[in-house]
C-alpha cells in the first residue's frame, strides 16, 4: 500500500502546476489512469480525478498480485484551496484486501482540524496504539498531502530551497513525510 502512495504522489507531480489563487483549469476533472509497476511488473491500475474542491482515486490491482493480495480502495477527498493554502474538509477511504475490507472516514472542521473519524472495523488497539489527538494537529490526509507536497515542490524549487516536509495521517497512521530537492530552477530575479 505505501509503494502505491507513492507512486499515486509520483503521478501528481508530473501534473499541470498549482498556481498561488485557484486550481489550473487543466488540472480539475481531467481524468488520469495509470498503470503501476513495480520491478518492472505490473502490479495495479490507478484511476484519478482532480475536481475543485477535491480528489478521487481507485486503485485495483493487477495479475499475479491480484489473485495473491485482491487489494482495490476508493478514496475520496474534499478540501478548501484558500488563499494559496490547502485546507482539508475530508477524507474517505474503503478498501479490500486478502485478510477483509476496511472503511476510514475523516471530518475535518473548517479551520482543517480533525473533528470526528470513523474506522471500521475498529483497529485492533493491542496492535495498532491510537495516534494522540494532539499529533493530529497540522495533519494532511493522504490525498490532500499529494496535492500540498506538490505545491511546495513547485515552491522550493523556484525558491531554492532544498527540503521541506508535511505531516500526513491516514485514519490510521501518522507519518512525518520528508522531502528534499536534488535540483533546482533557476531563481526569479527579485529586484
Do not use: C
Not at 477527498?77 to 474517505?92: A, K, N
Not at 473519524?117 to 483497529?123: G, I, R
Not at 496504539?129 to 500540498?148: G, N, Q, R, Y
Not at 516536509?165 to 530575479?189: C, E, H, I
Request: hydrophobic share 35%; proline share 4%.
Amino acid at each position: 500500500m505505501k509503494k502505491l502512495f507513492i507512486s499515486l504522489f509520483i503521478i501528481f507531480l508530473s501534473t499541470a502546476n498549482v498556481s498561488a489563487k485557484a486550481l489550473p483549469n487543466d488540472t480539475i476533472n481531467t481524468v488520469r489512469w495509470y498503470k503501476v509497476y513495480w520491478s518492472g511488473i505490473h502490479v495495479a491500475d490507478l484511476k484519478a480525478q482532480v475536481k475543485e474542491d477535491g480528489l478521487d482515486a481507485e486503485i485495483k490491482s493487477f495479475g499475479i498480485v491480484k489473485k495473491i493480495s485482491k487489494y482495490e480502495s476508493t478514496f475520496q477527498t474534499r478540501f478548501g484551496y484558500v488563499e494559496g493554502e490547502f485546507i482539508p474538509y475530508s477524507y474517505y477511504t474503503e478498501f479490500q484486501q486478502r485478510n477483509g475490507g476496511r472503511k476510514i472516514d475523516i471530518k475535518y472542521n473548517k479551520d482543517g482540524i480533525i473533528a470526528d473519524e470513523t474506522v471500521t472495523p475498529p483497529d485492533n488497539r493491542a496492535k495498532r496504539p491510537a495516534v494522540e489527538d494532539e499529533l493530529k494537529h497540522d495533519t494532511f490526509d493522504p490525498l490532500t498531502a499529494f496535492m500540498v507536497a506538490r505545491k511546495k515542490l513547485k515552491e522550493s524549487l523556484l525558491n531554492g530551497d532544498n527540503s521541506f516536509d508535511l505531516k500526513m495521517y491516514d485514519g490510521r497512521r501518522l507519518a512525518q513525510l520528508d522531502f528534499k530537492n536534488r535540483r533546482t530552477l533557476p531563481q526569479k530575479d527579485k529586484g
